[in-house]
């Protein structure tokens, strides 16, 4: 009873909290994946919607894509291919990171499908999995999962085995997608055509978001974009040709002004050069708007580099000082006053601050700023 009073006492109105909120924007979430896929060509497109898909949460995005059209879906871990298959029955769910011994029931019970990557897993699958469907990795480079060659070889030399793990997909993984012109690229694909030589018949799938923007020879029967269909980039050094998905913000707890000659936060290391109008937000890097954000001129930016920006009704404002757990502070002295005046929230990413500008600023990826933004966020959904 008490644990129950407690547990509704913190879900507070959006109007009553000082959370940070992220607004998902499912629209664009379809047309980006409607543009891989057809980027892809005659290739199915899938949706790889591992780590509550990438942060935006599972259960709307595979709504959303399951009614755009998808029908195969990547998770890495067995849980969340349990949260796929209830929002989407007739869907194909594929664990990329496989099965373990305790998850070989669940993945029968529930068709769901192991990625299966070592020959000891193939062994199990063999005796647990009572002939349900597997995926077949093996590694062409990268050498994180995957067969070795000369185990796809034998595999493929065994058809008693082969039989009894019932492969419907060969698949393996790019290491170098995001530089088009590195040459593992074409190496990894020539190992790729090779051993789906020897599997002939089996389906085969090869290109994450960045190795569908390599081409047709990458597509083949099934292609694997994840990021992209977040609107984060893909390929490095290119302009980013899909939509932001995501917007997430900060609510203004006070602006303050402060003098010339004052320091700000923790660690006092930021000396005010100019009397400053400073925006004091609630959210930091307890929501995943990274340390590595803090403001230029502190000692985690020994190497000079500028901080990362907010954003006030489009007007781009720079961090100060340090980001703490809760709260982060920002230079607003140039933002028009009736701006101010008018807005509670400030975009920490979104549309006008590129979810990849502020990871490059953290020393980081899209991929981790969304992964780890944490669950004190309110999240809207919207569109679809
Ligand atoms: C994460 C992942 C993907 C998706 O990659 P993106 O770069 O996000 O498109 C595809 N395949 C494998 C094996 C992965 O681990």
């Excluded at 599972?58 to 998808?70: F, R, T």
């Excluded at 190795?211 to 893909?234: K, N, Q, V, W």
């Excluded at 979104?350 to 490059?360: E, H, K, M, Q, Y």
């Amino acid at each position: 009873m008490l644990l129950q009073a407690r547990y509704s006492a913190t879900t507070f109105s959006k109007y009553m909290s000082t959370a940070p909120r992220l607004t998902i924007d499912l629209s664009a979430l379809v047309h980006n994946w409607r543009f891989m896929k057809q980027k892809s060509g005659n290739a199915e497109a899938a949706a790889v919607v591992k780590a509550d898909a990438y942060g935006l949460g599972i259960e709307p995005v595979v709504d959303a894509l399951s009614k755009a059209g998808c029908k195969t879906f990547f998770t890495a871990m067995m849980e969340e291919a349990i949260r796929v298959r209830k929002i989407s029955p007739d869907a194909r769910v594929i664990v990329l990171n496989g099965v373990v011994a305790e998850t070989t029931k669940t993945a029968t019970e529930q068709s769901i499908i192991p990625v299966l990557s070592s020959i000891e897993q193939i062994a199990m699958w063999k005796e647990h999995g009572g002939g349900h469907p597997s995926v077949v990795h093996v590694d062409t480079g990268m050498n994180r999962l995957g067969l070795r060659m000369q185990e796809a070889e034998a595999l493929s030399a065994n058809p008693e085995l082969l039989g009894s793990i019932n492969p419907v997909m060969l698949m393996s993984h790019l290491a170098c997608a995001d530089e088009p012109n590195d040459p593992k690229n074409i190496q990894q694909l020539e190992t790729f055509i090779q051993t789906a030589e020897q599997f002939p018949g089996l389906s085969t799938c090869f290109a994450n978001s960045a190795g569908i923007m390599l081409g047709a020879d990458y597509h083949f029967s099934t292609t694997r974009p994840g990021i992209a269909l977040y609107g984060a980039e893909a390929v490095n050094n290119v302009p980013n040709p899909m939509k932001p998905v995501v917007t997430a913000e900060a609510r203004i707890l006070q602006i303050r002004r402060a003098e010339k000659g004052e320091t700000i936060g923790y660690g006092a290391e930021q000396h005010l050069d100019r009397e400053t109008k400073v925006a004091v937000c609630s959210g930091g890097y307890a929501d995943g708007y990274h340390r590595s954000a803090s403001g230029a001129g502190v000692t985690l930016r020994k190497d000079g580099s500028a901080g990362a920006m907010g954003a006030i009704a489009g007007h781009r404002v720079p961090v100060l000082g340090r980001v703490s757990m809760d709260l982060t502070t920002f230079d607003v002295t140039d933002v028009p006053q009736q701006v101010l005046d008018e807005n509670q929230w400030l975009e920490l990413f979104g549309n006008t601050i590129p979810v990849d500008d502020l990871a490059r600023a953290c020393g980081t990826i899209g991929y981790e700023l969304l992964t780890s933004l944490g669950n004190r966020y309110h999240r809207e959904y919207r569109g679809g």
